[in-house]
């Protein structure tokens, strides 16, 4: 018998209790001890009806994904669902916390199942490029429709225990202690009920196929590209032409082909990835600092998305202006996102009324007096940024933590205008910073560890993947996001339109390209770039015009209905642009180019190359800390597909040395920018690969 499952007899209950913190996951000593106390439960006579409830925080969360990979012990999960469907005697789940996966999967295997009010459900299976494989996709449906079960497994976002209760999950909701309450509903129930027939009564046919092909719609726009919905597709399918048993064969069958696929290992990946990078070591060291009240100085763009997202997070939040203008242009960028999402029915007007509580504007930096962290997001000019934060330094109480949300500077020159440069480090928000996940915390040599540990307590409660990245220009994401686009830029000189690298990228599972991306953005703000770069740039670095034309044009994209795409009457998606094309083959024709065509692979293959070079300067400099860090940082941040797993993860599966090979390739061509990083070549002559880094 294993520790980590117990079962006690409360006078005729068996209960057996699972015990495998954190989250009470799968792992073989847990399948064999449900097994093993189910046994001997069931062939105790003094014993009528059995409780399965997790203890600690939760039901089990699913499978232990750490085994994932592995030779995996028996008895396998679906065996012991099994066991448990056909025990002779009733079978009560009890469930808290988080049931899901090859949890809420035992949950669907028992016979009755009474949940904690504030439990939640669900199989995420799909996040990890997986399905439900120990029954969820059979016995799902049979319990809820098709529906209500395409929407859970290709979602795989849980749901409430009220909502599972009203498609028919969950039998019983109850509060306070579920353990009674699990026995004395045990003690009601007499009958073992089967929850899946051998043949299907499901009664409408037409109702389920229309459920089926809509679903199929959405995955087509929505996951393109991806296995494993189609494999639930398929599965739920399945429901109304083969019985029980045969469905569950195709079921075991699709689990096996998604979790051998790249897909699963990319997602996987991710999943581990993202906790892993919220582990820092000044985190370990400090602990973070009190956190209850926040400012922000600057209420455009960036300013009003990240006051959302504190907002949202419960922070209350002062946001600082220049002037009385200013300031109720700040207010109303606030307001305005949630205008929207009351005008799309996602909020109410009262919740948006309670949220703006929280919020003050002012134009008076002594109200930052109390305030625990500010973060400065004005215009990202040095001398803009200085000035507000000497008058900071003067303004807030000693021990608040201050930050700035520059995209590009040095974090130094700007704390360097306060007596504390300790008290200050980059935070890094993306745009909409109320939407995206990522938060680069950029940590400076001085930076006390208790602020940098701050810097994750807030990622934490705004619910953003935080990722430590050094202090150099462009951190993480935009330095290897200026190599890689710099690669683009040569391709189109070359012969490759921006269309076709664009399509190269949304065939590859990016939800935009890198040219519709820059229109989104705005044209202008690289220009700037290039034009105070200008004076410094390297003259034997290949430099290529294109976007400056355009911009000469006035075209800075989206903003202006013009960029590298045309936005006619407003339209969010661009067409493309014949005279876009006249100046690149100006441009190409002036330097004598004679243009050559790229196919998808080769435009990948280049763009992959580039970023994952720089990824291993990113990484040789310490400006990240490990690999893994960098795929979170281009999976949160810049829309590279999650089920790939991030450009080093990509890398190890494409293979190291391959990737290293196309780059002395392409050096032939252009050896300042293609020079391969030292980093990747020590690698490869190791026999190592990032995956081996993160390890390390
Ligand atoms: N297996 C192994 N480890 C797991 C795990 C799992 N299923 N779920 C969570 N963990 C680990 C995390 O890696 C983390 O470990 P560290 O502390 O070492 O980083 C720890 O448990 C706590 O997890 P979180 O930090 O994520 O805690 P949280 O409270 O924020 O979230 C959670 C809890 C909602 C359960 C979240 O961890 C989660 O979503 N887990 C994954 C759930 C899942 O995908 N289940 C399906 C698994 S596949 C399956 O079950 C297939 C099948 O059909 C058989
Ligand atoms: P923005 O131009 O939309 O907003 C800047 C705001 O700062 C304006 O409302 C302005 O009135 C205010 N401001 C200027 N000087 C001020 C002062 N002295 N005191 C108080 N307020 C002042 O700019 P945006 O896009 O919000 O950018 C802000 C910062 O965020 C910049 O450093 C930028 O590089 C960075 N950033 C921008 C991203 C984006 O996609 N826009 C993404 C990530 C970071």
């Given at each position: 018998m294993f520790d980590q499952v117990t079962r006690t007899n409360e006078q005729n209950i068996a209960v057996i209790e699972i015990n495998n913190?954190?989250?009470?996951?799968?792992?073989y000593a847990v399948r064999k001890g449900i097994l093993d106390c189910l046994k001997v439960a069931e062939a105790d006579?003094?014993?009528t009806a059995i409780v399965i409830i997790g203890s600690g925080?939760?039901?089990?969360?699913?499978?232990?994904?750490?085994?994932?990979?592995t030779v995996m012990k028996e008895p396998h999960l679906p065996e012991v669902i099994d066991h448990i469907e056909s025990c002779s005697k009733p079978v009560v789940a009890a469930l808290h916390g988080t049931a899901l996966g090859g949890g809420f999967e035992i949950a669907l295997g028992s016979h009755y199942r009474i949940a904690d009010a504030n439990a939640r459900v669900g199989l995420p299976e799909v996040h990890l490029?997986?399905?439900?494989?120990?029954g969820g996709t059979q016995r799902l449906p049979r319990l809820c429709g098709a529906a209500f079960a395409l929407d859970v497994m290709l979602k795989g976002t849980p749901i409430s225990a009220k909502a599972a209760k009203d498609a028919g999950l969950i039998d019983r909701i109850t509060k306070g202690d579920l353990r009674r309450a699990a026995i004395t509903f045990a003690n009601e129930v007499r009958t073992v009920r089967?929850?899946?027939?051998?043949?299907?009564?499901?009664?409408?046919h037409a109702a389920y196929r229309a459920d089926l092909a809509a679903a199929h719609k959405m995955i087509t726009t929505?996951?393109?590209?991806?296995?494993a919905p189609l494999k639930i597709i398929a599965c739920v399918e399945a429901i109304l032409e083969k019985p029980f048993h045969e469905g569950r064969q195709l079921e075991r069958q699709c689990f096996m082909d998604c979790m051998a696929s790249d897909q699963s290992k990319g997602m996987i990946h991710a999943f581990f990835a993202e906790r892993s990078s919220a582990k820092v070591p000044e985190a370990s060291r400090a602990e973070p600092r009190i956190l209850e009240t926040l400012g922000v100085v600057g209420g455009g763009t960036m300013g009003a998305g990240i006051t959302v997202a504190a907002l949202n997070g419960g922070l209350p939040v002062t946001m600082i202006e220049r002037d009385t203008e200013s300031i109720a242009r700040g207010r109303g960028n606030v307001e305005k996102v949630y205008d929207r999402l009351v005008a799309k029915g996602r909020m109410t007007t009262n919740e948006k009324n309670t949220l703006m509580t929280l919020y003050t504007g002012s134009t008076?930096?002594?109200?930052?007096?109390?305030?625990d962290m500010v973060i400065e997001a004005v215009f990202e000019r040095l001398d803009v940024k200085r000035a507000v934060f000497e008058k900071l330094d003067k303004v807030i109480k000693p021990g608040a933590v201050l930050a700035s949300n520059t995209s590009y500077l040095n974090i130094d020159s700007i704390s360097s205008?306060?007596?504390?440069?300790?008290q200050v480090i980059g935070l890094h928000f993306f745009s909409p910073a109320n939407i995206m996940k990522l938060l680069e915390i950029v940590v400076p040599e001085q930076a006390a560890d208790d602020v940098v540990a701050t810097g994750f307590s807030l990622a934490k409660r705004l619910r953003k993947v935080p990722v430590r990245a050094g202090n150099?220009?462009?951190?993480i994401g935009n330095r290897i996001l200026g190599k890689y686009g710099v690669c683009a830029a040569h391709m189109m000189e070359d012969g490759a339109t921006p269309y076709e690298i664009d399509n190269a990228l949304l065939d590859f599972g990016?939800?935009?390209g890198i040219h519709a991306m820059y229109d989104l953005a705005g044209l202008d703000i690289g220009w700037d770039n290039r034009k105070a770069a200008a004076p410094t740039r390297d003259p034997d670095t290949r430099y290529v015009t294109i976007a400056d034309r355009i911009c000469e044009?006035?075209?800075?994209g989206q903003k202006t209905g013009r960029g590298f795409y045309i936005y006619k009457d407003g339209a969010r998606r661009g067409s493309h642009d014949p005279e876009v094309l006249s100046i690149i083959a100006d441009i190409r024709s002036k330097k004598g180019i004679t243009p050559k065509s790229f196919s998808a692979t080769e435009i990948m293959e280049r763009y992959l190359a580039a970023m994952v070079n720089e990824g291993c300067e990113v990484l040789r400099e310490g400006v990240?800390?490990?690999p893994s860090d960098i795929d979170v940082t281009f999976v949160y941040g810049?829309?590279?597909?999650r089920y790939r797993g991030g450009p080093m993860k990509y890398a190890d599966m494409y293979g190291v040395q391959k990737m290293l090979t196309n780059i002395q390739k392409y050096e032939k061509e252009d050896p300042v920018f293609w020079k391969p990083s030292q980093l990747l070549v020590d690698m490869v002559a190791q026999g190592k690969e990032f995956e081996d880094l993160n390890k390390g």
């Open positions: 913190p954190p989250v009470n996951a799968l792992g006579d003094a014993v925080r939760t039901f089990p969360a699913g499978a232990d994904i750490t085994e994932f990979g490029g997986l399905l439900p494989g120990a089967k929850t899946c027939d051998e043949t299907s009564q499901l009664k409408d929505r996951m393109k590209g991806q296995i008076n930096y002594n109200d930052l007096s109390n305030v205008a306060t007596k504390r440069p300790d150099a220009t462009g951190f990016y939800p935009m044009n006035g075209w800075f990240a800390l490990k810049y829309g590279f597909p």
